[in-house]
């Protein structure tokens, strides 16, 4: 069952309710009902990366750790050995965790050297049950960094996994891998898992993943992938919305694909390309297109939201389900308003600020979050090749056409660059930037009501849960902050690891992932 959005393993049969009614004979229907559903919205997946479709890095779960301890095992229920490096953050669902990284520590003697990995593991013991692998591209280390594994977080819906791979793949996947045999029309995992200079072709068994479709944005929507994929598929009903992780080649000042599309819709049964944006973005990207989309409803429309390469935030119509079965060029997304997030930018011939720390565009890692009618987004400078400048800024989602001057309701200065999404809760935005300081502004006006000086880069995102914003650093250093507007730390760890991934709350656990381990964290657990 589905309950906001959130999807729920936990299945009601009247017999339960039949059998809770006998036990509680005083109690009214309406209580039990009541009490058995806030049971389960404190016991909810997380099926994909942020809430659906908001993206606002926020959860409901109670009773997580105010703490914990890898080295004396306090508040660890498990861990499990990753790669050596992990940008993907972790997806719950169905009592499986999902989460890409890297083979630097392969689980499968046959699978040997560098990798994309999405491994799935048991949520309850986190017992390895499958994994993906996929060969780097090696035509260029530009298309797939060394070592970068896959970073994009999965999407689950039912038992079918979206994940979006190293080779620039958008792959559904079996959520219960081969191991219950080879689920079509695709059926050829053997040769997609063997590297293309291998003398024989590899032979699937029960820890490989089993692959449904699969769609290549590279010869299926003619984009050119830039260092790592980082995509986090958006699910519409029969529809995928995601970022397509076009961007520049290898010089850094060159588009080679002036006509990718940046956002692209597939049809969820059969990766089938059914529609893009319309919007030119290409030309400008300054570095790739690492947004990935979010969703709302505003004055009764339902609208895609999606950060542009080029520094601009776009809200588009969502399709409508018949669009699915559109076949041949693909449909042309309609755009209701756009706003250019850094006006003062160049906007010209942008790629002749690559390394240019005082002046360049702007760009988008972070995902728009949706709220109240308003979007709270990061941007600013590239961290690697841009300006030491960015901002979070809230914009008014119910205007229309450009809202670049009367859109912005309010923006405020973070330090460096920043990575992250926000977490949005209480009259409260919570982010962390670059410049290695943790931020906790007022959403309505955009005043500051805290910082605190972090150790190191944050590339997480925030999560908010159970009273608590959850934020891990570049330095391994892992803070748990009251989600309040007075500043207090709750309690630090340090990891030994650097940390990329947003931590993320489901069935009354808080998942954290360094780059090489992946932990679940329950309260009131000693070793
Ligand atoms: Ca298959």
Partial sequence: ???????????????TLNYQMKCFPYCSRTLLLYLLYTSLCAAADRPQWGEAWSRNMVSEEKGLPNSFDPRAGLNVKWSAELGTETHSSPVIARGRVYIGT??????????SGDRGVLMCFDENSGQLLWQLVVPKRDEDVYFDWPNSGISSPATVEGDRVYIVSNRGEVLCLDALGLGNGNDGPFL???????????PTELVPGPLD??????????SGAGIWSHDAAHSSVLIDGPLLYLNSGTGVDNTHKRIRTP?????V????????FVARDDEHIAPNIFHSTWCAPSMGTVNGRRLIFFGGGNGILYAFEALGQESASHRGEPLSLKKVWQFDFDPDAPKTNVHRFNSNRRESPSNFYGMPVFVDNRIYVAGGGDLWWGKNEAWLKCVDATKTGDITTNGLV?????????????????GLVFIADCGRTFHCVDARTGAACWTYDINGEAWASPLVADGKVYQGTRSGDFYIFKADREK???????????????AAAANGLVFVASMNRLYALQSNKVR
Wanted: glycine share 6%; aromatic share 4%; with cysteine.
């Fill in 1 to 15: 069952m589905r309950v906001e959005g959130r999807e729920l393993r936990v299945v009601i049969r009247p017999s």
């Fill in 102 to 111: 890297n083979n630097g520590n392969p689980r499968d003697p046959k699978h």
């Fill in 188 to 198: 050829s995992e053997g040769r997609h898992m063997t590297p293309h200079n291998a």
């Fill in 209 to 218: 993943a089993d692959i449904i479709w699969l769609f290549d944005l590279t």
């Fill in 259 to 263: 006509n990718a599309p940046s956002l």
């Fill in 265 to 272: 819709v597939l049809d969820k049964d059969t990766g089938a």
């Fill in 410 to 426: 309010w923006s405020y200065r973070l330090e460096k660059h920043v990575m992250a999404t926000p977490a949005v809760a209480s």
């Fill in 488 to 502: 207090r730390l709750v309690s630090s760890c340090q990891l030994g690891q650097p940390i990329s991934a947003t």
